[in-house]
């Protein structure tokens, strides 16, 4: 255990773990990498978290499971960043797995916890909230570690830091309060529009509706998302953006400027599938 990690766990500035069917899994180590230019994946080996490296500062997008903190904190360290340097958390949405790790990062730094308005209340309760498609019904991570000090920003949210602007784009369907973010990432002189797309998938707790607004507005947003700018298209979990696959052909591979629509393709057909199985 690298040092930096062993006295932050004496400090207790970690959460307790969330135990689930799929947590050992998705919290799996895995090696950090540059993807392009200033953005780097410090996540596990299911659960992305992204870096960005500007002038002023990091930027941290997600935090995984309570046990993901430690990990991202590893990762991000061994590339030779700090991890008191993150400015800004952002989140995509505020289920367990995603938001777990963020009440530790922020205590590590401080930073700016930015997320959207609906997601920024279940953060500050530390649980879900009862409009969540899997709120109740005996899902897993009903509760998770809350983070007391969250800013809830709208759609077209934008922070200018170092050299670097953030956009947060609402994209809700999973959640009503999905973040996707966006931002560019050059090297030398080329300069690629780099998406984090929230997770899209219609998932929730038995019994719950699509049918009944939720899936008029995923349909938007699939809309959006497949006509947005979008050179490299990252997202929340490993499968949905083809995280070791591309690994394995180099970083190039994440070069896709087709990732966001066929993601959006992908995602309509779930729904479609989804509300059909609502009809009585
Ligand atoms: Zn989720």
Not at 127 to 148: E, I, R, Y
Not at 191 to 201: A, K, N, P, T
Request: glycine share 12%; net charge negative.
């Amino acid at each position: 255990m690298p040092d930096v990690l062993l006295w932050l766990t004496l400090l207790g500035v970690f959460d307790a773990a969330i135990d689930c069917y799929d947590c050992e899994q998705w919290n799996r180590p895995q090696e950090p990498f540059r993807i392009y230019g200033n953005t780097w994946y410090v996540g596990t080996g299911g659960l992305a978290s992204i870096l960005i490296d500007t002038d002023a500062g990091l930027i941290l997008l997600d935090g995984g499971l309570p046990q993901s903190a430690e990990v991202i904190v590893g990762n991000i360290s061994a590339l030779g960043f700090r991890p008191k340097d993150i400015r800004f958390i952002g989140l995509s949405h505020a289920h367990f797995d995603h938001a777990g790790g963020i009440g530790a990062l922020q205590r590590l730094n401080g930073a700016t916890v930015v997320a959207s308005q609906d997601a920024a209340k279940a953060l500050r309760a530390g649980s879900l909230q009862s409009n969540d498609p899997q709120f109740g019904g005996g899902m897993t991570g009903q509760m998770f570690p809350a983070v007391a000090d969250v800013l809830g920003v709208a759609d077209g949210w934008q922070m200018r830091m170092g050299g670097v602007t953030l956009t947060a784009l609402h994209t809700p369907g999973h959640t009503w309060g999905g973040m996707s973010w966006t931002w560019q990432a050059c090297e030398k002189d080329r300069c690629l529009d780099v998406v984090y797309v929230d997770s899209l998938s219609p998932v929730s707790r038995t019994g719950y509706r699509f049918s009944d607004g939720l899936g008029d507005v995923l349909g938007e947003t699939l809309g959006r998302v497949a006509n947005l700018d979008c050179d490299i298209m990252l997202s929340t979990h490993d499968f949905s953006f083809g995280l070791h696959q591309k690994l394995a052909q180099g970083a190039k591979a994440f070069i896709d400027d087709q990732g966001c629509r066929s993601r959006a393709d992908k995602t309509l057909i779930q729904l479609e599938k989804r509300l059909k199985s609502e009809q009585p």
